[in-house]
């Protein structure tokens, strides 16, 4: 198994408000680690929200070391709980941060298990031979008009209000995350994104480039070229894990 993620500023952006971590080796009782986070707020406090937000789940995971006998969903709900509680603390500690927040979306392997935490409208996939699933739902305004039927899948993808996220990490003290366990097969590839990246690409764009020839160094760049040949009108992270490709390092 094998992560690689990159993230990139855009075509429009002065600011890439996007962070991302990878780890393939051991954090915490963790034995990888892969996060997206994509923030929001006035100024400069959705890079801020991001940013923090992965520093301080990375610090909750490396102190969970110490705990015994803890699973790896529950130290994934404790450390985006934790992240939130901090993120939530520092929006109200200042007006500037006022009203920031930022999606989150992590998950570690474990054999040909897959575990994620996910809380915003960042995603992550499963892409094989038979297609590509998205395992995250999209906490939007949009994706509940849609659950509620009261509009189809076109007319969501050019809704007034499809950037409004209903769930956010540090919009709440309430806030909860969404969690899922996943077998995995050994010709899987995970894809984690931000909406800079499913914005601007087709599912089968993307399935197309992640299930062609090149290293995962070379998709991730590959899908990033295309989304900024589209538009590129957000920051595009894209972290890819293969479960047959190992590091050269």
Known sequence: MFGFGKTDVGMKRENNEDSIFVSN???GFLPNLFIIADGM??????????????EYFCESVRKSEDEKGEEILDCIFGSIKFANEMVL????????????????TVCVCDG?????????DSRAYVINKSGIEQLTTDHT?????????????????????RNVITRALGMS?????DSKIRTLKADDYVLLCSDGLSNMLS???????????????EKVDALINLANENGGIDNISVII?????VSEQ
């Open 25 to 27: 080796e051991k954090i």
């Open 41 to 54: 707020g006035g100024h400069n406090a959705g890079e801020i929200a991001s940013s923090k937000a992965v």
């Open 89 to 104: 603390q520092l929006a109200t500690s200042t007006s500037e941060y006022d009203g920031m927040g930022t999606t989150f």
């Open 112 to 120: 040909n298990k897959l575990y994620s935490g996910h809380i915003g």
């Open 141 to 161: 305004y949009v994706h509940e008009l849609k659950t509620a039927g009261k509009i189809t899948e076109e007319e969501a993808k050019a809704h007034p209000s």
């Open 173 to 177: 003290a309430d806030t909860l995350a």
């Open 203 to 217: 599912d089968c764009a993307i399935s197309e480039i992640v299930l062609g020839k090149g290293s995962s160094v």
């Open 241 to 245: 894990i293969s479960m047959k490709e």
